[in-house]
């Protein structure tokens, strides 16, 4: 049985139905027309379907396992914590496929936290399930490498690839396998992260350097389109943004120059050159934008 949260399933859910290892799908909190999707696929090939749609209807899913009697339970990006009257179908029968490292980046969106936080590698960890958030055994935590320019749905695509042949691989190990090894997590690295907030998507021009700016920008690209800044007094959100080595001795996060690109001065003498942004009068180029502003388009000019 599978039990996930979305699209970023689907790699998995399809290759573990080719390789015929799925008897039941159950989604939680998913969009109508996902839903819809997975219903149909799952009446088409004789899988056991059910919607969580919210908390209150996971008292619900104790009775679905019990009448499927699955051997497994693989959780993908699943939205609810799953209680113990659950949990208790079977000791490590449930195993979480978090898209992240465990222990160190707990929490709802960790593709978000490994590239604000500049990391080069993050993984897929596989882990038994308990009643607290990511904090199971750990059986294994696969490394997939961050590349230069990576966002957030370029990482998410990368992880959604290598999710499919993960959980086939650990549903191969199930099947041959007397005993899994696993290990409790180290709880001197944990760290569980919030689900982001304002305060985390917005660029402090007076603090951040330009590849901490970059590394935001990319980590709100496309979830949040962009990363939230205030720019010529207003507010935006810039969506595209490459590192111009190029020293200034403009007062950082000030518009340093146009080309192409809207050349901002941040404060480790460095610029970011802005391509994309988001403003209340919709997605533009630089071009686009500068035109909104006369003391810009003079400059462009």
């Known amino acids: 049985m599978v039990l996930c949260g979305g699209k970023f399933a689907f790699k998995a859910l399809q290759l573990l139905a080719y390789e015929k290892f799925i008897c039941a799908v159950g989604i939680g909190k998913g969009a109508i027309t996902i839903i819809d999707a997975l219903e149909r696929e799952s009446e088409d090939n004789n899988f056991g379907f059910k919607s969580f749609p919210d908390k209150k209807s996971i008292t619900e899913m104790r ?3 019990d009448n ?4 497994y339970i693989f959780c993908i990006s699943f939205p609810f914590l799953l209680p113990e009257s659950v949990l208790s179908y079977g000791s490590n029968k449930f195993i979480n496929f978090h898209p992240g490292p465990l222990p160190q980046y707990r929490g709802v969106m960790p593709i978000f936290e ?10 897929i960890c596989a882990h038994f399930m308990n009643s ?3 904090e199971g055994n750990i059986i294994f935590n696969d490394p997939i490498a961050i590349q230069e320019g990576d966002t957030y749905g370029k990482l998410t695509v990368k992880l959604s690839d290598r999710m499919a042949q993960v959980t086939l691989n650990m549903a191969n190990m199930l099947q041959f396998a007397n005993n899994i090894p696993n290990q409790p997590q180290d ?3 944990s760290y569980y992260y919030e689900k982001p907030e304002l305060s985390d998507t917005y660029i402090n021009w007076k603090h951040m350097t330009a590849s901490e700016i970059i590394s935001l920008i990319n980590a709100c690209n496309p979830w949040n389109t962009g990363a939230d800044a205030s720019l010529l007094g207003e507010q935006v959100k810039i969506i595209s943004a490459t590192l111009l080595n190029q020293p200034h001795n403009n007062q950082r996060g000030t518009i340093v120059s146009i080309t192409e690109t809207l050349n901002i001065a941040c404060i480790d003498n460095q610029q970011i050159a802005v391509e994309i942004l988001s403003t209340d009068s919709g997605i533009m180029t630089v071009a686009q934008f500068a ?11």
């Open 63 to 65: 009775a679905w396992i």
């Open 68 to 71: 499927v009697q699955p051997d």
């Open 114 to 123: 490994v590239l604000k936080n500049q990391e080069t590698e993050t993984a």
């Open 132 to 134: 607290k958030f990511d």
């Open 187 to 189: 709880e001197t690295l």
């Open 291 to 301: 035109i909104l502003h006369p003391v810009l388009t003079n400059i462009f000019n």
